[in-house]
C-alpha cells in the first residue's frame, strides 16, 4: 500500500514537471493531442453547465435582436463603403481625362516594409510596373509587380527611401498669384524630422532654393516615358512646409494629408485609356455568406482577469486561421487568436494589444475617413466601453480646440483577415494631429453572445511565379 501511494506521489510529480514546462514552453504537437483528449470533457462540460441553460433564452433572444438590426447595420456599411470606392477617384476633372483607373484596395502591409503594400485590384489587366497609384487628387507611389495571387499586385509608397518621383511648385508673389516659372525637384522618402506622430515627405535637389511654402504637384521629367509621365502629372504631394532647425538652418519638407504608415484604404491604378472600361471597381465581398465560417463561442479560454478572450468550438481543421476577423450580423466582436485542431481561442476588442485600421463615419461629413491604426487598451470595468490608442496622423477639418467629433467606427482595409466594413462602436474624436486615447462604445450584447461568424474571405488563385517576376522596376 505504502509503495503504492508512493508510485502514484512519483507520477503526479512527473506530471506537474511535465506541465510546468509545457505552460512556459509549449509543444504545439503536445497542445493539439491533449486538445483532442479532452474533447469529449470539453463537450459534456459545455452541456451540463447549469449557467449555460439558464440563460440560453436571454441569449437567443439577443442574438435574435442583433440579426435584425444587422439588416440594417449591413445596408448602412454597404452605402457608406461604396461612396469610399468613389472618393478613391480624382476629383478635379482634369485629372480624369485620358486615363483607364482601376480601383483597388490595400490588403495587407507589411510591418517590416511599411513602404510597400499589397492591394487587391479590380483586374490586372494591362498593368505594368510604374505605373502610377493614386487616392483622391493624391499621389500614392508605382505599381512594382504583380502579386502572388490573382487580382494582386504589390505597390511601391512615395515614402521608401528608394523612391523619387519629380515634382514642382508654384512660385508666387504676396498675393498668391503666379510668377515666373516653378521650382522643380525630386520627392522620395521621408524627411529627416519626421517622427512616429508626423511623417513628412522629403525633396531633393529643387533647381531654385528659397521657396518656403506652397502645393506640391507630380511633374515628371521630359526623359521619363512620355505616357508614364502624363498619367501621373498634375497628381498632388501635399503642401510645402519650412521648419526652423535647431542650429538655425531651414528645413523644407511636405506635408502629407494622407497616413501613409497605416491609413491608406483604397487606390486607383492609373493606366494609359484603351477600350477596356474608363473605371472599374471592386465588389464588396464583406457580406456574402460563403466568405464566412459559422460556429459557437465556449467557455473562457483565459482566466487572466485583463483579458476578455473565449473559446471557439471550431479549429484550424474547419479553417480556422489566427488573425481573422469574428463577428455577429455586421458588429466585429474580436479576432481568432491561437488555434487548435478543433478549437481556437477568441480574443475580444477589450483584450488590450488588438490592433484595428479604422474607418470612421464622421457627422455631418458626406465621405467616410480612414483614421489608420487603433491599438485596443483594455475594457473600462465600470461602463463596459472600450479604449484605444489612436495616432492623429490627418487633418479631421476645422475645429475648436478641445471640440470632439461623433463618428461612428467600421473596419478599414489593410488588416490581413479582417474585411472591411464591419461596425465597432461610436465615439467622439479629437482633431489634433498627435496621439490620443479615445472612448468606443459597443453594443453590449454582442459580448454575451454563443453563436459567431469567422471570416475566411473569397476563394484566390495562387499566379504563377513566372507571371509575377514580368516586367522591370525603374
Request: hydrophobic share 40%; proline share 6%; glycine share 10%.
Amino acid at each position: 500500500m505504502i509503495r503504492d501511494l508512493g508510485r502514484r506521489r512519483t507520477i503526479y510529480f512527473v506530471l506537474l514537471v511535465v506541465c510546468a514546462v509545457l505552460s512556459l514552453r509549449p509543444i504545439p504537437l503536445v497542445g493539439g493531442v491533449i486538445e483532442l483528449v479532452f474533447v469529449p470533457t470539453r463537450l459534456i462540460a459545455e452541456l451540463v453547465a447549469p449557467l449555460a441553460w439558464l440563460r440560453s433564452g436571454e441569449v437567443r433572444a439577443a442574438e435574435r435582436q442583433i440579426d435584425a438590426e444587422a439588416r440594417v447595420v449591413r445596408g448602412a456599411a454597404a452605402d457608406l463603403l461604396a461612396i469610399e470606392q468613389q472618393s478613391a477617384l480624382p476629383t478635379r476633372p482634369k485629372l480624369l481625362v485620358g486615363r483607364r483607373m482601376i480601383h483597388g484596395e490595400v490588403i495587407r502591409r507589411s510591418r517590416g516594409d511599411l513602404d510597400r503594400v499589397e492591394v487587391r485590384v479590380a483586374s490586372t489587366e494591362g498593368i505594368v510596373p510604374d505605373l502610377p497609384v493614386i487616392t483622391g487628387d493624391q499621389y500614392v507611389g508605382r505599381v512594382a509587380r504583380l502579386g502572388n495571387q490573382e487580382n494582386m499586385i504589390l505597390v511601391d509608397l512615395v515614402t521608401g527611401k528608394d523612391f523619387f518621383v519629380g515634382a514642382s511648385v508654384a512660385r508666387t508673389d504676396w498675393r498668391g498669384e503666379a510668377i515666373g516659372e516653378s521650382v522643380e525637384f525630386v520627392v522620395g522618402g521621408l524627411a529627416p524630422r519626421s517622427m512616429d506622430e508626423q511623417l513628412h515627405l522629403a525633396l531633393h535637389n529643387p533647381s531654385l532654393r528659397g521657396i518656403k511654402k506652397g502645393p506640391v504637384h507630380v511633374f515628371e521629367p521630359a526623359d521619363m516615358d512620355p505616357e508614364l509621365a502624363e498619367l501621373s502629372r498634375g497628381f498632388s504631394l501635399g503642401e510645402l512646409q519650412t521648419l526652423q532647425t535647431i542650429s538655425g538652418s531651414e528645413l523644407p519638407l511636405i506635408q502629407s494629408p494622407l497616413d501613409f504608415k497605416s491609413g491608406l484604404f483604397q487606390v486607383i491604378v492609373l493606366a494609359p485609356e484603351d477600350k477596356a472600361s474608363a473605371v472599374e471597381m471592386l465588389q464588396l465581398e464583406t457580406f456574402v455568406e460563403d466568405n464566412w465560417i459559422r460556429t459557437s463561442t465556449l467557455t473562457r479560454g483565459d482566466v487572466t482577469p485583463t483579458r476578455e478572450g473565449r473559446r471557439l468550438a471550431r479549429g484550424s481543421l474547419a479553417g480556422l486561421r489566427t488573425g481573422q476577423a469574428v463577428a455577429l450580423g455586421a458588429h466585429l466582436v474580436g479576432r481568432v487568436g491561437e488555434t487548435g485542431p478543433l478549437a481556437a481561442d477568441l480574443i475580444g476588442l477589450g483584450d488590450p494589444g488588438v490592433r484595428l485600421a479604422v474607418l470612421a463615419e464622421i457627422e455631418g461629413e458626406a465621405s467616410p475617413r480612414p483614421l489608420g491604426e487603433l491599438v485596443a487598451l483594455g475594457r473600462s470595468r465600470h461602463d463596459g466601453s472600450l479604449g484605444f490608442r489612436w495616432i492623429c496622423r490627418i487633418d479631421l477639418g476645422e475645429a475648436r480646440e478641445g471640440e470632439l467629433l461623433e463618428a461612428d467606427l467600421y473596419t478599414g482595409s489593410g488588416e490581413d483577415g479582417v474585411p472591411r466594413g464591419l461596425f465597432i462602436g461610436e465615439t467622439e474624436l479629437p482633431t489634433t494631429r498627435r496621439p490620443h486615447e479615445i472612448t468606443v462604445w459597443q453594443d453590449p450584447a454582442v459580448r454575451e453572445l454563443e453563436r459567431v461568424f469567422v471570416w475566411k474571405g473569397p476563394e484566390v488563385k495562387r499566379r504563377p511565379e513566372s507571371v509575377t517576376r514580368l516586367g522591370g522596376t525603374r
